[in-house]
């Protein structure tokens, strides 16, 4: 199932010839031994006959765990890599507006044919991306609009827009909702308490909310615009994504489907699910030198500060760093340095003040890791971690970064420029090194990036220009007011003009700092040198783009929150390709790039529904000599 | 998602509770989140000192138990404005005592009351116990203890006085909207960066005014809402450029400007009649 199976079409006789040997040692216990991988193709029809372009189609081995996906072309046809080891599988095939078809085969002969006759479905709202659910919120008038842009405000920081929206409720429903989403505890889930101040925004706002949502999601019919999306095309459509299921980690604490999610975003119609269930909490990723992969963990464990799956038997290991009272530490940040050492963020491990977060660093083969606390005095560490091209690694605090020399064990630390502004506290979140060694931090509440210059010792910022709120035109005066009391916040209240630069990347071979600014919608670029910032719409703005990467053709990869998907922009050009997961609901918080194998593919771990996947690009040359493959071997005959 | 009843493994001293509130106390400090509640909250030294002021400890009767209250009285004699200080989540500690004493100073008879008399009161837990053994306080059960607090005030200690105000601080301020909800003939009353309950406040007859700091956006964003509810009851003010607990020179936060502004603002509002 590595991917790098996949590319065994066009790759040498020899690395075939081992791919082979991997896979028939790879061979479910279920499964019937053959000479070798399959190819699995087949088309997708519509009731009336038609080719049904953009459909996903997922094959999963039984009693496996790992998931491979295709998409349809514009013919309906699809075609599975030639690395699907011999088995039994269930096979599914899925478009926005289609009752989910399904199959179980026993793939055993080089080719194996799989067609599917879709039927039509009526209720396909849940099929929706987070995206998808906004994008179908009229803005016909100018309260509409602006009612709009409250929901997205205060409701979207923290959880996937279709988490909401997938619920009807009637307006005392939606209010008992927010009286209790007001009172969270931020990110946990969990009712503060009475004497827990209400998000000021969410509380000021409930009565409103709940009119509208009642309107756009109750017992009545709604305003909104509900038709099915057409689903990928051209390059977005030839992806290869294989998705491993990452069991819960702490099984005794929680019951779900025998350790793995119940709901995990694989079949459409079952929504976005909730996080209260213990299999959430795969937050970045990163894909070793060996192929294998790792991700942190941000959900309270006594047993998982890292994962690791092993990327041809899906095998998922947890480490566990010691953090406070007996748990495992809490990671968040993930980040691989140009000797193939992992580092991560951890909160509450081996700091000297305890609770304070500091940078671990792991060797993927001995699977040995180190913990490195700031010294007495300094910021911990908190969320993102990050190499420059000279080697340190930058990780963010509360109050800017911290860079850290790995040859000197040598932390020193930069502070914003601004630490706090009327519109919000200044926390970095995302965290990057430059081609120059700098860093930089994003300041997502007061639209600010931070740059430290190693060679002055000291700090700069940036100021991303406002956003155009959707509502200009109808915002109120209380609002504006409300908005300069309550401040910029991530799970109470974006503001209207918020930008909210979340996480970002550095060209490592450039003169380029790119960043997503996560509430306005547009990528911004940074010159490292002259600080001028550019911005690029993403075409919409309610996908959220989150995090950025660069690789090494200068390619920017971005995260889609709402969106279940990654986006590429070539700067050259200044054009976007988005790519989507065949997943629903998964909440994507980080993309990495690996071009271990050559071209780059997509590392992405599916927060919410408890998967790593891979995306591997393939090529239009890629598909054709497989499409030639499959005509000559149908052509043979059996 | 089913929760399972089997017990966490015997090496693990948790439950599913436990996680969840670890998981809320961790998923607070990764979003790096102040701890709310936790207020600092005496106003800051003033340029009204206690002087010769001196306060005393006294006890009086609620339900079926005894409240310990600190109490101080101006200098001279004759019928004074009363006071109810609302303590914060430090309880009835010597600060809260120094706060008393200031108010006296000021022209007030003021008492505040010890709301962890119920199980024990302040005197008898660490610092460490304070938070939690307040949280496992009722709010009605305050409530009693303050209602019982105003009429000792009035009927015993302060005989004849005609106006009986409350200052809540901190975690004091919910209690102090919730007082104020429950006791008809409340004059006024004024909260530090408190937060204030979520229903209730329609049914308030005496004015407010609150304090907040500019960067406490969490509490000063419910300004507006307040406002809402209570309409021309109720009065702030913002504090440019000042964190939560400005007001308390014990405060990492303390501004002496801002302090001092909010003192003369208190002090001007409690003594107003119009």
Known sequence: MNLRNRRAGRGSKLFLGAVVLLLLAAIPESGVAAEGPAILTGSITSPLGGKVAGAAVSAKGVGQTITTSVFTDEQGNYYFPPSLAPGKYRIWAQAEGYRTARAEITLQSELQRQDFALTKSNDFIQQFTAQEYLAALPEDTPQRRRMKDIFYNNCTGCHEASYIL???????????????????????????????????????????????????????????????????????AMTVTTEYDVPVADPSLFSANDGYASNDGSDWFLGTPSRLNGVGG??????????????????????????????????VTNIKVPGMNGM?????????DHHGF??????????????????????????????????????????????DAKGNIWASTAAGAVRFDPRTNRYTEFKSVTPVSSEGTGESYGVTGDAEGNGWWAQMFIDRVGKGDPLTGKSLEVKIPPHRALAEDAITDQDRKLQSLSGVFMSDFSGWWSQGPRRMGADKNGDAMWVCDYWGGNLAKVDIHTLKTTLYPYPTRESAIYAAVVDSHHNVWVNLFNGDAVAKFDPATEQWTEYPLPSRGVEMRHVAISELHGSPEAVLSEFRVGKIAVMHFRTKEDLQALQTQVQQMEARGP | MEILNRKPPSRLPVNRRQWLKSSAALTASWLLLKTPGQAWAWPGRSDEPAGDVRGENIQYASATFKVDAYVASPA??????????VHDDQGLNEHTREVV????????????????????????????????????????????????????????????TDRVSAVGLGWGGWRTYLLAANLAGLSRAVVYSGNAPGDGLKDIEAPFLAHYGQFDFRMAGNALWLEKEMGKRFEYFIYPAVDHGFYDDASPHYNAEAAKLAWSRTLDFLRSTA
């Not at chain 1, 495992?328 to 940040?333: I, K, Q, Y």
């Open chain 1, 342 to 387: 992992l580092w991560f963020t951890a909160a509450g491990a081996g700091s000297v003040d305890g609770g304070v977060g500091s940078l671990g660093k792991i060797d993927p083969n001995t699977r040995k890791f180190e913990i490195y606390a700031p010294p007495r005095g300094m910021s911990g560490v908190t969320l993102s971690v990050d190499e």
């Open chain 1, 282 to 315: 795969a937050h970045d990723t990163q894909m070793d030198r060996n192929g294998n992969l790792w991700f942190t963990y941000a959900q309270p464990s006594f047993v998982r500060s890292l994962g690791r799956v092993d990327a041809k038997t899906g095998e």
């Open chain 1, 166 to 236: 997938q619920n009807r409720f009637d307006e005392k429903g939606w209010e008992s909702v927010i009286n209790l989403m007001s009172t969270m505890v931020n990110g946990g889930g969990n009712y503060g308490g009475p004497d827990q101040p209400p998000f000021p925004a969410i509380h000021y706002y409930k009565k409103e909310l709940a009119t509208y949502l009642a309107e756009m999601r109750g017992p009545h019919a709604s305003p909104m615009q509900i038709k099915p999306h057409p689903g990928p095309k051209g390059a977005a």
């Open chain 1, 328 to 336: 495992a530490s809490f990671t968040h940040g993930l980040a691989i």
């Open chain 2, 101 to 160: 004493r200031r108010f006296a100073a000021a022209g007030f008879y003021a008492m505040a009351p010890d709301l962890l008399s119920r199980s024990g009161g302040t005197r008898q837990k660490s610092a460490g116990q304070v938070g939690e053994a307040l949280a496992a306080i009722s709010t009605d059960a305050s409530v009693e203890d303050l209602r019982a607090g105003c009429s000792y005030l009035r009927a015993t200690l302060n005989p004849g």
């Open chain 2, 76 to 85: 001279g004699r004759g019928v004074h404005p009363s006071l109810v200080l």
